[in-house]
């Protein structure tokens, strides 16, 4: 996958698309190329899905695709999996947007989040993801590790619990803002080894939690449209 713009502001048309949207919440828009198309066998989606909700818990707990069950898009519900889906490449995007949204409020404090997966018709393979935000900077975090986390999963098909720990320091420095955030205070506050802080804060580092993010291959920009 490859994310080709991060855009943040408010979008009124999306509004419409949604009733859960909050009117006065902005957006976070990722642009997002999706490779190789085809999406998810069934067992492979309840294998990526059975991962990630041990890293995000509350994922299994989030509603999805309610207002667009009566449409001709074929959604498919699996018991004890939260996130519909319909057999193709905008599973892999939607799954993404759940992540974004997750930690929308692991991470940035909101009480309630919704997002929305748009597809494009050519190419086929490119979707418009809008999420709520309130903290365009976790929005960009969130939205790099929700895509690095997928692709590791398609390229490696297991997935490593050490990137719990980049979850849980970025929950600790906003949490405790001001606190000294190098290894070595970070290690002695944590408990943790300080190889595992050292790679934790460089996920952190390279998934832009820390501004400013000048990677090429990601533009965060204040828009409307």
Avoid at 3 to 22: C, E, W
Avoid at 108 to 115: E, F, K, L, T
């Amino acid at each position: 996958m490859k994310i080709l713009a991060v855009v943040y502001g408010h979008f009124p048309d999306v509004l419409k698309l949604y009733s859960r949207f909050q009117p006065a919440v902005g957006h976070l828009k990722v642009v997002l190329d999706v490779y190789p198309a085809g999406g998810f066998e069934r067992e492979q989606f309840l294998s990526m899905f059975e991962q990630l909700a041990v890293l995000f818990p509350t994922i299994s707990q989030h509603t999805c695709c309610t207002e667009y069950e009566s449409t001709p898009l074929y959604l498919e519900e699996e018991e004890g999996v939260s996130i519909k889906r319909v057999g193709e490449t905008a599973d892999i995007a939607h799954l993404v947007e759940h992540l974004i949204v997750d930690m929308q409020i692991s991470l940035g404090g909101m009480r309630r989040c919704s997002g929305l997966t748009c597809g494009w018709k050519d190419p086929e393979n490119r979707f418009d993801l809008f999420v709520e935000c309130v903290d365009a900077r976790v929005g960009l975090f969130a939205a790099q590790f929700a895509v690095y986390l997928v692709t590791q999963i398609m390229a490696r098909k297991k997935l490593s619990l050490r990137n719990e720990l980049v979850l849980k320091l970025a929950r600790y420095i906003n949490e405790n803002q001001g606190a000294a955030i190098d290894a070595e205070s970070l290690s002695s506050v944590l408990g943790w080894k300080k190889g595992n802080v050292e790679m934790a804060l460089a996920r952190l580092h390279e998934f832009g939690f820390f501004p400013p993010d000048n990677r090429e291959d990601t533009r965060m920009e204040e828009g409307s449209a």
